[in-house]
């Protein structure tokens, strides 16, 4: 598959109206999305995931405990076993970490910055099952996989919006229906952030929500302020040597402030400094456990790529790059490294691709920095030797 010429799942839309009257903004149902699409994973398979101790799953029963009770997995085969016939959801978070045909669903979308896609939820519910009208911070595109599930459109919301005393769950108090739509297997759904939502199965169904991440401001100001901080020292400091003779000494003037806002605003300035926390922060990945550094593995890339394996990149991992002027800089789960701009061909194909064969790898045994790059990325665990993982 060429990262170029992926087909768009937004049906008879462009990319370009999409995302001049959809993205961020308001609803759209695209019918047939994915035109007989295969379920890439059953319910078994799911609930089976559901007990492994990396994977975070939750179950949600309309009517447990109390209204909306929220059961947190990992799970044992018995629960399932004594859950009600229906009104119940699973879900399970990050399955395109574990399941190579999930992450795949994720290419479709990489008509978006592949940087701002967080993960594949899949959720299972019997007939009747929800998790209640809610709204969510992030764009989020519904695909439904198995069976059929009713969509209601209600307002827009915000953190002032009412919720039900519910410890666990955010769900709504008041819901305005705008819209309602049944969505078959195939069939699409995109969400806005804040926008209300209430999915309710009419069926047996799964539903697979393709969401984005988005830092908050709050993580901006924050991370990257402590970021800065880490390289500065104790004798950066508030100074004043341009200090006049003070009329009121218990008075803080707008100059003082303005000394201020300077070392702030130089901070906020530096676009490189910026922009290199920026890659780091959204790589950063959501299973660093799964990223292992494989000793020795790096010395058998020759013998493995003249044997006509590729390499894969660890479904955990999380790839960006930034050019800068003369300056390429790549980001890998969470860190950086600063790299010749001539490697720009190698790490497009390394940030585009799943899979990378041996022919367009062999090319650059003849580069000494980009021969190393690859031996990196595979010693660190984010790129994996073809087999490795039984692909
Ligand atoms: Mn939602």
């Known amino acids: 598959m060429s990262s170029t010429h992926r087909a768009s799942p937004l049906g ?16 759209l149902l695209i019918r047939q999305a994915f035109p007989d699409f295969e379920n890439p994973l059953s319910a078994d398979e799911l609930a089976g995931l559901s007990l492994e101790d990396e994977v975070e799953s939750r179950v949600v029963l309309e009517h447990g405990e109390r209204p909306w009770e929220l059961r947190r997995g990992p799970f044992f085969e018995e629960d399932f ?14 399955v395109d970490q574990f399941v190579p045909d999930v992450a795949e669903l994720m290419n479709a979308f990489r008509f978006l910055p592949s940087w701002r896609l967080d993960d594949v939820m899949i959720s299972y519910a019997t007939p009747g099952g929800s998790v209640g009208p809610h709204f969510d911070n992030y764009d989020v595109f519904l695909l439904q996989g198995q069976g059929h599930r009713r969509w209601k459109i209600g307002q827009h919301c915000d953190a002032e919006s009412p919720l039900l005393d519910n410890p666990d769950l955010k769900i709504l108090s008041d819901f305005d229906q705008q819209e309602e739509w049944l969505l078959a297997p195939g069939d699409m759904l995109y969400i806005p952030p804040g926008l209300a939502h209430y999915g309710i199965a009419e069926d047996e169904c799964m539903t697979y929500s393709i969401g984005f991440r988005a830092p908050s401001q709050h993580e901006v100001l924050v991370h990257y302020t402590d970021f800065l901080g880490q390289h500065l020292n104790d004798q950066q400091r508030y100074s004043d040597a341009d200090q006049s003779v003070v009329a009121d000494p218990a008075a803080i003037d ?37 990223i292992q550094p494989i000793e020795g593995v790096a010395g058998e890339l020759e013998e493995v790529l003249n044997q006509g394996y590729g390499l894969v990149r660890n479904l955990s991992a999380r790839l960006a790059y930034r050019v800068e002027g003369e300056q390429l800089v790549l980001f890998a789960s969470g860190e950086h490294c600063v790299l010749p701009a001539s490697l720009l061909p190698l790490v497009q194909l390394i940030c585009n691709e799943d899979y990378l064969d041996s022919e367009h790898l062999l090319q650059w045994q003849a580069d000494p920095e980009g021969w190393t790059l690859l031996q990196q990325l595979l010693d660190k665990g984010d790129l994996l030797l073809e087999g490795d993982d039984d692909e």
Do not use: C
């Not at 008879?12 to 308001?26: A, G, H, I, M």
């Not at 901070?267 to 926390?277: F, G, P, Q, S, V």
């Open 12 to 27: 008879s839309l462009s990319v370009e109206t999409f995302l001049r009257d959809y993205w961020q903004k308001k609803p």
């Open 81 to 94: 076993r004594t859950l009600p016939e229906q009104d119940w959801t699973l879900l399970v978070q990050a």
């Open 254 to 290: 707008d100059t003082a402030v303005e000394r201020l806002r300077d070392i702030l605003l130089a901070a906020a300035d530096d676009k490189t400094a910026l922009a290199i926390w920026f890659g780091r922060f959204m790589t950063e990945p959501r299973y660093p456990e799964l």
